[in-house]
């Protein structure tokens, strides 16, 4: 009997000293290349990150599509430098200048004294409200709904169109686009396009442009 307990108490400090051999090795060896998981620091964006993209102030003196196309070309800087909203907040502002910074300064005071969250949504709706109203995205729109190539190049008039129809305030289908374009071609385009009823608007306004050239070439003048 005692010779089965010393057997058995043998035999467990076998297993105990086997484990903890085998502790030992696995804090010793190191863990395989492709198991591991590389963690790269994250790099906090600075001004000076910002500014290599060379955006331009807002001083507060443009007009309604400049203020527009200002705030665009910050939002699309945003996006390739995958800026949080604080960062967007903060660069945005970095730009401010003169009457702008001095309109931005009033409007945030008026925003911490009403406690309302001082946030890249909020300064954008402020923003636009202030240098963008409402009154003249309606202006665009209705210049859009009334647009006709005229004494346009289809060149011109596809970037006019595409330009005012980012202010039209319903959802525009790919069809529908390509009606309105159409139905502002001048005539001579006009009769040679329609009749093709091309639905995609990319392969349409090529079709404008070869019209457009057979046209000129039969009209050397023009």
Request: aromatic letters at 10%.
């Amino acid at each position: 009997m005692a010779s089965q307990r010393r057997r058995r108490n043998a035999n467990g400090a076998d297993e105990i000293a086997e484990a903890i051999h085998r502790m030992v090795d696995a804090m010793q060896n190191p863990i395989p290349a492709q198991l591991r998981v590389a963690i790269a620091p994250v790099r906090v964006l600075t001004v000076e990150d910002f500014l290599r993209h060379k955006p331009v102030e807002f001083t507060g003196g443009a007009t309604p599509d400049e203020a527009d196309a200002w705030l665009r070309e910050c939002e699309k800087i945003f996006g390739v430098m995958n800026c949080a909203d604080e960062q967007k907040l903060a660069f945005a502002v970095y730009l401010l200048n003169n009457d702008a910074e001095y309109w931005w300064a009033s409007i945030q005071q008026q925003m911490e004294t009403k406690e309302e969250q001082v946030t890249w949504a909020n300064f954008r709706i402020r923003f636009l409200e202030k240098y963008f109203p409402d009154t003249t995205k309606q202006d665009r729109e209705a210049e859009f709904l009334a647009l006709q190539q005229g004494n346009m190049s289809v060149q011109e008039y596809v970037n006019k169109f595409e330009h005012l129809a980012r202010y039209y305030s319903q959802a525009i289908i790919e069809e529908w686009r390509c009606l309105k374009f159409e139905q502002g071609l001048k005539h001579e385009l006009k009769k040679v396009i329609t009749p093709l009823r091309e639905r995609r608007f990319p392969v349409l306004v090529k079709q404008a442009k070869s019209a457009e050239y057979l046209e000129k070439g039969r009209n050397p003048a023009s």
